[in-house]
Antibody
Framework: EVQLLESGGGLVQPGGSLRLSCAAS????????MSWVRQAPGKGLEWVSG????????YYADSVRGRFTISRDNSKSTLYMQMSSLRAEDTAVYYC??????????????WGQGTLVTVSS | DIQMTQSPSSLSASVGDRVTITCRAS??????LNWYQQKPGQAPKLLIY???SLQSGVPSRFSGSGSGTDFTLTISSLQPEDFATYYC?????????FGGGTKVEIK
């Protein structure tokens, strides 16, 4: 059974930093692209960032490029998101999501439960 | 970035109704279109991928169609557990943008 467990969310002041983690199990982590998707309170889904399983190529939404860094440690089956220069508009539940199949990209069958990031003074 | 526009933003329907939700992309995305269902307090659930492929375990009353820029999600006979918010998402090119969502409510 695939499991994705996010951690690292919390309250942070504007301009601050935070690192999210997503511990994965139940599948060959290194074979799958992974992504972060967020949802602001009462709002829709926003794709934030993705990382390939093979070459580790990284991709970002314009809203976070230059402030957020996605990475992965295949030896630990863990996905990360380093967030810096945080703004109030980054407040959201952050989901870790796994690609549907090794050959696919961008369609997500498995999701974590989400971790809440609140940016406020 | 590719913009995804869903319509309607909300709808009221009764159990047994046929429901259709549309999604339009700002440029051609071939069939790189996915549909998700989300219920309050839960993570999204993948229903349809590649515009018309039903994800394993999803009831056959859900179907998807379309290619290029115009896509449709159809629920053939709405069930009580289908009241939720539905999102389309393009996976043609990053950033993999989502539509604004369609909330399906009970009439």
């Amino acid at each position: 059974e695939v499991q994705l467990l996010e951690s690292g969310g919390g309250l942070v002041q504007p301009g601050g930093s935070l690192r999210l983690s997503c511990a994965a199990s139940g599948f060959t982590f290194s074979s799958y692209a992974m992504s972060w998707v967020r949802q602001a309170p009462g709002k829709g889904l926003e794709w934030v960032s993705g990382i390939s399983g093979g070459d580790g190529g990284t991709y970002y939404a314009d809203s976070v490029r230059g402030r957020f860094t996605i990475s992965r440690d295949n030896s630990k089956s863990t996905l990360y998101m380093q967030m810096s220069s945080l703004r109030a508009e980054d407040t959201a539940v952050y989901y870790c999501a796994k690609d549907r199949a090794p050959s696919s990209s961008g369609s997500y069958k498995d999701w974590g439960q989400g971790t809440l990031v609140t940016v406020s003074s | 970035d590719i913009q995804m526009t869903q319509s309607p933003s909300s709808l009221s329907a009764s159990v047994g109704d046929r429901v259709t939700i549309t999604c339009r992309a700002s440029q051609s995305i071939s069939n790189y279109l996915n549909w998700y269902q989300q219920k309050p307090g839960q993570a999204p659930k993948l229903l349809i991928y590649a515009a018309s492929s039903l994800q394993s375990g999803v009831p056959s009353r859900f179907s998807g169609s379309g290619s290029g820029t115009d896509f449709t999600l159809t629920i053939s006979s709405l069930q009580p557990e289908d009241f939720a918010t539905y999102y389309c998402q393009q996976s043609y090119i990053t950033p993999f943008t989502f539509g604004g969502g369609t909330k399906v409510e009970i009439k």
